[in-house]
């Protein structure tokens, strides 16, 4: 029976108990420490009435420390003595009366977990109430430090001011207050300024900042189409009239649109938004691809190959797609005041594109004989869709942007003003000035609205300027006082934090010693009822289930040992009982238990099954001339030849003193025959060195497959392959015989 040890582990603190403990456990070790028939009654009844004299005595002195100490528990520690006091008669009247082993070995371990039980959870439990005992009796017995790993952490204490104060917090306020002071104030204050920041000021700057870049496309947008308009109504002139001055004009025009485009480009590309870009793809690539058109239709302009209605076309196609980007900016996602401004100047574009083709489609007219411009169709379209353009603009626009619409914006001033002005160019000119007046006339109306766009882009470009400013002062004044605020919240902070990690620092440090195997760091109690006192609970908890592991590891060893050696020796006589013991083949028993199975599934399974007997030559010889050592070295080398040459579902068995026997599932005689042969050679190049000499030797072998109609049993079987061996024998041996 194994022993109960003391460990430093298993200290109250209190050397007057901590002596009790001892010495308890050394009267349990008079039990532990001999077989039960070894121990006669009467060491028995001394040995239990030791105990209960010493146990009644550390029992009395601990209920007079606590009741000193005012331990809260007090009634039931009590009774848990008074209960381990009336059991002890029991247990040695049952020790006496039964007088086993069994038995013995039963109260030993009782008792010996009942005594770590009492130390380890009943007695540890009132530590706490010592350490805080204002009784000076108890504070005298109390140790100093209670040990040198307690000392060196109390040393590893920070004592500066902010370390005094966090520990003054922590033995006042819970965990969870902390914690959600910790947590909720600065966590609370930065989502509430940074949603401020957020949402009334970056996503306004950002928005802002995305009106700028939208506005600079317009620009672009408004210069390439109104070079592109000035191009078309050149090239209507040129394709109706053929006016030298008209080509002069139209080749510098060419120029400048191109330089326009580049430009456009250029911002497209490298200079905008993603979101922009992904919203005006569509239209940027139609745009690319009529530009690379644009030089075919010059050419064909050039050679006089087109006429009116191609030229008109193709520059009008060009000039709507170039607006839809513009147009399609509206589409981007933003939330702005000023995002109407951008469908105010849009609807002006589209005002000045229809004007523009009113002025190429009047280049034509020119040349004929009407007298009313609204006569030709396609130009009362254009007007149509202009005043629907002015409606649009007006319900978009703010009062700024009307007044700089002036007279435009006046529907029945600009019909009559459209009208007037084709009626003078029709009667008033002659028939060569025609086509030069009215794209003047025109283009100067053209140019005036050129203006208004181009102020109502700078207009916006500077509120938006102005008012980005604004927010980015306005968001530096709220970072101004967001790091204040985080700065005093992580001053705050700072004190909570310490009030909670150096508790958890104690805890740390514990566990570390723990994990090292040191398990005699007390944590102290804890003082307030919080998470950090759970903690603290369970990791006093753990260090004494590890003490439990500790003390009680040698006695689960030596049961480990004691059931490995038993099951060790059963496996050995399990192997003696099938093994021979000189080869290690199965012997004659087990053989035959093995070709009995064997026969049961051949004929279940309709399966093949041969048998080889085997017999070594003149082995009485090897035996009388060398000796039975070295006849034993033959027959082992024997063996492992067959073993290693046999398949893994062979069986080799030894069943007299030189006759073998290998036994081969689903092997028919055939191959159990060509098997034998290879093997026979095998044993044939076997060389045995004995002092100077080589010995060599051979084997006969007979071979039978069985047959259910031949034979009736394994033995007819065995004795078929035993008749076939010596019919080997009888014609000169070291050869294989098979039915």
């Known amino acids: 029976m194994s022993e109960l040890v003391w460990d430093e582990g298993m200290s109250v603190g209190i050397d007057a108990i901590d002596e009790d403990h001892k010495q308890i456990i050394a009267i349990l070790a008079k039990l532990s420490s001999k077989r039960c028939h070894d121990i006669s009654n009467k060491v028995i009844e001394d040995i239990f009435r030791e105990l209960e004299i010493y146990v009644e005595l550390h029992f009395n002195r601990e209920e007079r ?42 109260i030993t371990s009782f008792l010996n977990h009942w005594l770590v039980n009492h130390i380890l959870k009943e007695d540890f439990d009132y530590i706490g109430a010592l350490q805080n005992s204002t009784d000076l009796d108890v504070q005298q017995l109390n140790k100093a430090g209670n040990s040198i790993a307690n000392g060196l952490l109390n040393r590893i204490e920070n004592n500066s001011l902010l370390a005094r104060f966090s520990r003054i917090i922590s033995k006042k306020i819970k965990l969870n207050i902390r914690v959600f002071f910790i947590a909720f104030i600065p966590i609370f204050g930065v989502l509430l300024l940074s949603i401020l920041v957020i949402k009334d000021n970056y996503q306004e700057y950002k928005n802002k900042t995305l009106l700028l870049s939208l506005n600079n496309i317009i620009m ?27 080509v002069n004009a139209l080749l510098k025009q060419r120029l400048v649109t191109d330089q326009a485009m580049k430009q456009l ?54 000039i709507q797609h170039l607006l839809s980007i513009s147009e399609n900016l509206t589409d981007v996602d933003m939330t ?94 002659a028939m060569d000035e025609k086509s030069q007046y009215w794209f003047d006339s025109m283009s100067k109306k053209i140019d005036d609205l050129k203006v208004i766009t181009g102020t109502l882009t700078l207009n916006l470009n500077n509120t938006v300027t102005a008012e980005s400013q604004s927010l980015r002062l306005k968001y530096f004044a709220i970072f101004v006082a967001l790091s204040v605020f985080l700065l005093v919240m992580i001053l705050f902070s700072s004190i909570l934090n310490f009030s909670i990690i150096n508790p958890i620092r104690r805890i740390t440090y514990a566990l570390n010693n723990m994990s090292k195997g040191n398990l005699t760091v007390h944590l102290e109690p804890p003082t307030i009822d919080d998470e950090i006192g759970s903690i603290k609970t369970a990791c006093e908890e753990l260090r004494r289930k590890l003490l439990q592991v500790g003390i009680f590891k040698s006695v689960v060893d030596s049961q480990k040992k004691e059931l490995a050696h038993t099951k060790s020796q059963q496996e050995h006589f399990k192997m003696l009982a099938y093994t021979d013991a000189l080869t290690g083949a199965v012997n004659r028993h087990q053989f035959n238990s093995v070709l009995d199975e064997e026969i049961l599934r051949a004929n ?4 093949d099954l041969s048998i080889l007997m085997l017999d070594i030559d003149n082995f009485k010889k090897i035996n009388d001339t060398f000796g039975h050592g070295i006849g034993d070295e033959v027959l082992v080398m024997f063996y492992n030849t067959c073993k290693k040459f046999a398949r893994n579902d062979d069986v080799v068995a030894r069943i007299g003193g030189e006759e073998f026997v290998i036994v081969l599932p689903k092997t028919n005689s055939q191959s159990a025959y060509q098997f034998a042969d290879r093997l026979r050679e095998q044993i ?26 031949v034979f009736s049993n394994a033995v007819d079987f065995v004795a078929d392959a035993d008749k076939l061996l010596y019919k080997a024998k009888n014609k000169g041996k070291n050869r294989v015989i098979s039915a």
Not at 295 to 304: A, G, I, M, T
Request: charged content about 25%; aromatic content about 8%; overall charge negative.
């Open 265 to 318: 480009f250029s911002l497209l590309e490298n200079e905008i938004d993603p979101s922009v870009q992904e919203n005006i793809h569509s239209y940027f690539e139609l745009v690319r691809l009529n530009i690379e058109k644009l030089n075919d239709y010059r050419h064909n302009l050039d050679s006089q190959s087109e006429r009116f209605p191609e030229v008109y076309n193709s520059y009008t196609l060009l």
């Open 336 to 429: 702005s005041s000023l995002a109407n401004n951008i469908s105010a100047i849009n609807s002006m574009l589209l005002f000045k594109e229809y004007m523009g083709q009113i002025r190429a489609i009047g280049m034509n007219m020119v040349q004929g004989n009407n007298d009313d411009i609204y006569s030709n169709l396609d130009v009362s379209l254009l007007v149509g869709q202009q005043l629907h353009a002015l409606r649009v603009f007006k319900s978009s626009a703010n009062n700024q942007q009307i007044k700089a619409c002036a007279d435009f914006c006046h529907e029945t001033k600009y019909i009559a003003m459209l009208k007037q002005l084709f009626f003078h160019t029709m009667n008033d000119h």
């Open 684 to 709: 044939q190049d076997i060389d045995i060195f004995v002092d100077d000499n080589t010995l060599k030797f051979t084997v006969s072998i007979g071979v039978s497959q069985w047959n259910d109609d």
């Open 604 to 607: 279940r399974e309709h399966q």
């Open 65 to 106: 420390l606590l009741e000193k100490a005012n331990y809260k528990d007090l009634i039931k520690h009590k009774a848990s003595h008074q209960k381990f006091i009336d059991e002890l008669p029991k247990l040695k009247e049952q020790w006496l009366s039964e007088d086993n082993n069994m038995c013995c070995e039963k």
């Open 220 to 246: 672009q947008v408004d210069n390439v189409s109104h070079s592109l308009q000035s191009e078309r109504g050149l090239s209507s002139g040129v394709v109706s009239t053929n006016n030298q001055s008209l």
